[in-house]
Each structure stands twice: as C-alpha cells, then as structure tokens.
C-alpha cells in the first residue's frame, strides 16, 4: 500500500476484504475503515483480526457485493475466497492460473458505493473516507461504475491489475488506466507482482487535488 507523502488518509473502503491480510497496514494509515467481503468463511477470519484493533481502530465490515448495480447477481466462490469473483475463471486463462477452481455459484445480494452510502446516512458518510482500495478478481470496474458520487470524495484508489484476461469480462490494465483518467485520476505508481507476471498493483491520484509532477 503507496500513500502519497504528507497527504492525510481519512479512511479507506476496502472492495473484497478477503481475510484482513492488510488490515495492520491500514491501521498504520488511518483509524476509520470500511470494508467489504461477501464469502463468509474469510469475513470471520476478517472480523476476528478487526476486532484486534478495536478500540483504536474503527472496523465496519459487510458482507454485501459491491458492484454497478443494486439486487441480486451471480457470485462465483473460489476454493481459495481470495480468487471469489463477479466473473467466471477464462478457460483460456494463462497457465500460471489453472490452479485456481471455482467451487460454486451463488446468488448474492449487490450494492453500488453510491446506494450504500445513500442507505446509510446518519450512520456512516462517503465525506469519512478518501482511499478506496479494491481486489476485486477482475471487477475493478464495475466498483467504480457504481460509485460516481463516492469518488468526489476519494483521493487515491489502490488496485489490483491485470495484463491477462484470468477472469471473463476483465478490464486490462490499459483500458484501466484510462477509465480512472476519464473520472480524474492519474497514475501515480504501478508495479507488477513479483511472482505473478500477469498481474500488479497501481495507484491512482485525484488529479484536482494532488495534480501529477508536484510535490506532495
């Protein structure tokens, strides 16, 4: 996780939680967090290492699909809750990524950022958060689609890449890189995985408020 240098971190919203592995990170950037996980076998493993935090850290979890469209939708579960998915696995999917099985498919209940946020007032505010940290297995941008209203209030959006089609209807990382640019985002840091070469991560940059070649 990248943050840009003396640019504060309100909160985070994380977009598939999984198991928490980088909640002790979070805790170092922010006390207030907001994060997402639909497959329930990794959501307590979640809620057991966000209770570890409590009370300096403020953990709110869901276990709702975060996506471009409110109701029900298919919800593919991996043998590993890590390779969970919108998308089914490309049966042309690289080599590297046969291991991965999906056991299951599921009906699960959807929600846009911005219809969350909506039913939520009162409670918590989009304005708590400006990082959104998103591995979602491929539906990066469904997240974002749904979120439009959300995003005038995040700063920096930390996701995972793709350079290969691993999941049916993923967006490449190019193609990435300019949907964020059209909502006003730059490219601030990409680095790919060091034992995966057909993934990475990259951060995005609100580009009205930390705009690119200044210093930060």
Same mark, same amino acid.
């Given at each position: 996780m990248r943050i840009i240098s003396n640019a504060p971190v309100k909160g985070i919203i994380q977009v598939g939680?999984?198991?928490g592995g980088e !909640?002790? *990170? &979070? /805790?170092q950037v922010a006390s207030n967090l907001l994060l997402f996980e639909p497959v329930e076998q990794a959501r307590q493993l979640l809620q057991q290492r966000a209770a570890a935090l409590a009370p300096s850290v403020n953990v709110r979890i869901s276990d709702l699909i975060v996506s471009d %469209?409110?109701?029900?939708v298919d919800f593919f579960v991996g043998r590993e809750s890590g390779n969970s998915s919108m998308f089914d696995l490309n049966p042309a999917r690289p080599a590297f990524h046969h291991h991965n099985v999906h056991d299951r498919l599921v009906r699960r209940r *959807?929600?846009?950022l911005d219809s969350f &946020? /909506?039913?939520q007032q009162g409670v918590v505010a989009p304005s708590e958060f400006n990082y959104l940290y998103m591995d979602v297995q491929g539906a990066e941008h469904l997240v974002l689609e749904g979120a439009r209203q959300t995003l005038r209030h995040i700063d920096f959006i930390w996701m995972e890449v793709s350079y290969a089609p691993i999941y !049916?209807? %993923?967006?490449? +990382?190019w193609a990435m890189c300019h949907l964020c640019e059209s909502l006003g985002? +730059?490219?601030? &840091?990409h680095?790919? *995985?060091?034992?995966?070469q057909n993934q990475g991560d990259a951060l995005f940059v609100r580009s009205d408020r930390f705009p690119p070649g200044r210093p930060h």
């Open positions: 939680a999984n198991d !909640l002790a *990170s &979070f /805790a %469209t409110d109701g029900e *959807s929600v846009t &946020f /909506a039913g !049916l209807n %993923t967006m490449m +990382f985002y +730059f490219l601030a &840091f680095e790919e *995985s060091r034992w995966n």
